[in-house]
């Protein structure tokens, strides 16, 4: 087989406004914006460095059906630079950037090949000689839900066969089942590639052909966590080499921290930070999620330290550090029972408070008005018994910390 190389990229959701993150300083708001251009800015780099004959863009260039002027220029941009090395680009429009939508349209550069609504192939002969068929669909409307692999037909003519599809593969139950299809479906096919895009979670679904979801270049928010990018794919003689090539300038990471053996509040602090530490990478900016689990602290001003202060004492370095962990999200998944017997020998009343607890009788009562909406009623005949002592215990909890605060 004739020698080709190719990038695989989807789900640039350019422009992408970044959802309940404003409340981040200035400078890193900003590039957290900025991060989905920087990620197609290290496409169209690997691009032209490589050299390769083309460029595929498995749907959802745009994060929706308006198309922003800005994100509509700032592509042009990159696709002219790849104009200017005679790279091609092949690309399909997905469920977010439909060609139903309403925007204020911009031109693309002669080497953008944009598929219409209807199944169609273009043919590409590369500079190496190599005659490559490529076969895909754009949406024509935000919801597709027909069976659109069965319009896929293969044609003679071409060393290479190339499909392009935005959908989900049946088996997958956490996106829309737009344009469903099995690995069973696509391999009958007997295409050299499956270029794929939907999914934002990077997948091999098989290696022959190579099926394959490269994810989308940038994580947008908590769930999309991890490294993301795109794949460098090359064919000689031998079997296809897929590299999977790194994009995103902002990487979202969840980190449980357990703080079992800590009994103090500086000594927690310090493990939050070798925490933060482990995840910081070099050049990169990353937004984290924290999560202290089985904290043993029993003094209550401590306990309220760490829902408070804590959280400000990790932000405060990070403001003006090229390679930032922002820590948007700090929560405590356990909190050891409150030492009670030294609670009592700060004050007498509180030894009467946790035998009045202790005492008390009215849960059902309590519970009942706790419920007493009408949506939260019907829930309370079905809680078990330690739900109810767990709630209590809550209530305890929340109402010994609020004294102090008084």
Request: charged residues 30%; contains cysteine; glycine residues 6%.
């Amino acid at each position: 087989m004739k020698k080709i190389s190719f990038i695989h990229a989807a789900d640039l959701h350019l422009d992408s406004p970044m959802v309940g993150l404003r409340h981040l300083p200035a400078n890193i708001f900003t590039r957290v914006k900025e991060s989905t251009f920087t990620a197609l800015k290290k496409v169209t780099a690997a691009a032209i460095e490589r050299q390769v004959e083309f460029v595929i863009i498995a749907g959802d260039i745009y994060d929706g059906e308006d198309r922003s002027l800005r994100a509509q220029a700032r592509f042009r941009q990159e696709m002219e630079k790849l104009n200017k090395e005679k790279i091609p680009v092949y690309m399909i429009h997905g469920n977010h950037d439909h060609l139903n939508g309403s925007w204020v349209h911009l031109d693309m550069p002669e080497n953008v090949h944009i598929f219409s609504s209807k199944t169609e192939t273009k043919v590409l002969q590369t500079k190496s000689g190599a005659v490559v068929h490529f076969y895909g669909f754009s949406y024509g409307t935000r919801h597709v839900f027909e069976r659109k692999i069965d319009e896929y037909r293969k044609l003679d003519g071409a060393d290479y066969h190339i499909g392009i599809l935005h959908g989900n593969e049946s088996s997958g139950k956490e996106h829309d089942n737009y344009a469903p299809f099995t690995v069973k479906d696509l391999i009958e096919k007997d295409f050299n590639y499956w270029a794929l895009g939907h999914i934002h979670k990077r997948a091999e679904l098989s290696y022959a052909p190579p099926i394959i979801y490269p994810g989308n270049i940038q994580g947008r928010n908590k769930k999309e966590t991890g490294e993301k990018g795109f794949y460098y794919v090359t064919y000689t003689d031998s079997d296809p080499i897929l590299e999977f090539i790194e994009a995103s300038d902002i990487i979202w990471e969840e980190v449980t921290v357990n703080a079992e053996t800590v009994d103090s509040f500086d000594a927690l602090f310090r493990l939050c930070q070798s925490a933060i530490q482990s995840v910081r990478k070099e050049h990169k900016g990353t937004i984290l999620c924290l999560r202290l689990k089985h904290t043993r602290l029993t003094d209550v001003r401590e306990q309220r330290s760490i829902s408070g202060e804590l959280l400000e004492l990790l932000l405060e370095d990070e403001r003006d550090e090229e390679s930032f962990v922002w820590t948007t999200d700090l929560k405590l998944e356990e909190v050891v029972t409150i030492d009670k017997e030294k609670l009592k020998t700060e004050a007498n009343f509180y030894g009467e408070l946790f035998e009045t607890i202790q005492q008390y009788d009215q849960t059902e009562q309590a519970l009942a008005s706790l419920y007493e909406h009408h949506l939260g009623r019907k829930y309370l005949p079905h809680l078990l018994e330690a739900e109810k002592d767990e709630i209590v215990e809550k209530a305890e909890k929340l109402l010994i910390e609020l004294l102090y605060q008084a």
